[in-house]
């Protein structure tokens, strides 16, 4: 029995390294009485192109360690099942395929040939799952172009090495997407997946590796994703502009390890569930701080809902505290407004910190006592009986000169003598002290009414 009949049987046929004509394989594939279990050949090598573009059928394709020196063409086709696993060939052109399930490229090595990508699923529909883990593509610009590629089911690049963008603009996942031990490597960009949407959870751990270097090009770029359950990010990307997740939808948790970005990273508009993990609030307020390329509030203001719905309301105002020095230091305020967040800042830690004034108030009061017993002294001051002020007199007098509204010493026996210069300087300084201990009493009442009505 021939090979060619084996095959039409539906037997798996292993031919050990020997060759077939491809064009046989595609007369098979289409013919009326193959198999229901369709074509499945192992270690062949496929002379010719295997031209399988257009093709209708509802047979499955098993190809597994096959070689060829053509790309293998699927464009537009239609089959049950395709598993190229192992395959050795220059590319996979399957832009627009449709398969009722599955297609695998496991360990397979693809190095694009005169091509600008090793893979092209453009805008292919799998109903089951796509498997490229362990597989080795380089492209000129891409090693997967899958642009509005959907998917069913799993999307597997686990140990992917790829040497080319891996693009999965506006694609459609049904289930996980598993980047776990994946070294993607491209000078503009390792992933991109702008517009992507996965159902279930994104997994760049494992010792996941990305690597770009030309700048304003982005290293892992999911801009405006939707992600229906977890974002791991627990590898490390490395670039000018190393993660941009900028108007990211995370379903549930984010994870992401503070040492994952080896660069800039782009926040702004993230948003998820809960309090994120891997990384301690030290280190996020670091990386929002120090590795964003510009200030925005909104990462600082997500961050601190997060705690917030957890109940930690200490880490909710150091949040705070931390977004208004860095709107001082990056953001964009005039040169009034910049001098007001710096005094807001040094006295009510802008408003999350109202204790501060407490203290000001304190050093206020200690200055006017400083300054009417060891300036003044009993020399420079009078006393309405005979003999000097005594030291509590002296204390009594300072206080009463520069509480607000308080006035502890309400019969002022002792007075500043002011036939002198000293003495009227010394009077001049308690009213300053008087200006500025009412301006920090007001501080803190507004810094506190403000805090009460804030975490209320």
């Not at 009061?365 to 300036?375: D, E, F």
């Not at 002011?418 to 810094?447: D, E, K, N, R, S």
Request: charged residues 20%.
């Amino acid at each position: 029995m021939g090979v060619e009949q084996r095959l039409g049987d539906g037997e798996f046929v292993d031919l050990k390294g020997e060759s077939i004509t491809a064009s046989s394989i595609r007369d098979l594939l289409i013919a009326d009485d193959l198999d229901p279990r369709g074509i499945r050949l192992r270690d062949a090598r496929l002379d010719g192109v295997l031209d399988l573009a257009d093709v209708q059928s509802k047979r499955p394709l098993v190809l597994v360690d096959c070689r060829t020196d053509s790309p293998v063409l699927l464009d537009r086709a239609s089959l049950s099942s395709v598993d190229l696993s192992g395959l050795v060939a220059p590319a996979v052109s399957a832009a627009w395929l449709r398969l009722d399930h599955y297609l695998l490229l496991r360990n397979a090595r693809l190095d694009g040939g005169e091509h600008d990508w090793a893979v092209d699923l453009a805008e292919a529909h799998l109903g089951g799952h796509l498997g490229l883990s362990g597989a080795h593509l380089t492209g000129a610009q891409y090693a997967l172009h899958a642009p509005r590629l959907r998917v069913g089911g799993e999307v597997f690049l686990t140990d992917l090495r790829a040497r080319g963008v891996v693009r999965l603009d506006g694609a459609r996942i049904g289930g996980n997407l598993r980047c776990g031990g994946a070294d993607l490597a491209h000078d503009e960009g390792a992933l991109l997946a702008v517009d992507l949407q996965v159902e279930q959870n994104v997994f760049l751990d494992g010792g996941f590796r990305a690597t770009s270097t030309a700048p304003p090009h982005r290293t892992v770029r999911m801009r405006g994703s939707r992600i229906g359950g977890q974002l791991v990010l627990d590898g490390r990307a490395s670039g000018p502009i190393a993660l941009d997740l900028k108007h990211v939808r995370v379903g549930m948790e984010l994870l992401l390890r503070a040492d994952f970005a080896d660069g800039r990273v782009s926040l702004d508009g993230l948003t998820y569930v809960g309090v994120p993990r891997r990384a301690s609030l030290d280190d996020w307020l670091e990386l929002l701080a120090t590795r964003t390329q510009r200030y925005a509030s909104q990462p600082y203001l997500q961050l601190a809902a997060a705690h917030q719905a957890a109940g930690n309301e200490r880490d909710v105002r150091r949040i705070r505290v931390a977004q208004q020095k860095d709107l001082l230091r990056r953001g964009r305020l005039t040169r009034w407004g910049r001098l007001w967040h710096r005094v807001t800042g040094a006295t009510v830690g802008y408003g999350y910190r109202p204790a501060i004034a407490l203290l000001w108030l304190a050093a206020t009061l200690a200055t006017a006592v400083v300054l009417v017993t060891a300036v003044a002294g009993p020399a420079g001051l009078t006393r309405a009986a005979t003999g000097p002020c005594s030291a509590v007199e002296q204390i009594g007098l300072a206080l009463n000169a520069a509480t607000p509204l308080v006035k502890p010493d309400t019969q002022q026996r002792c007075q500043v003598l002011t036939t002198t210069g000293l003495g009227q300087f010394v009077v001049v300084a308690t009213w300053l002290l008087q200006a500025l201990a009412w301006a920090f009493a007001t501080l803190f009442v507004a810094g506190f009414t403000g805090l009460v009505r804030k975490t209320t």
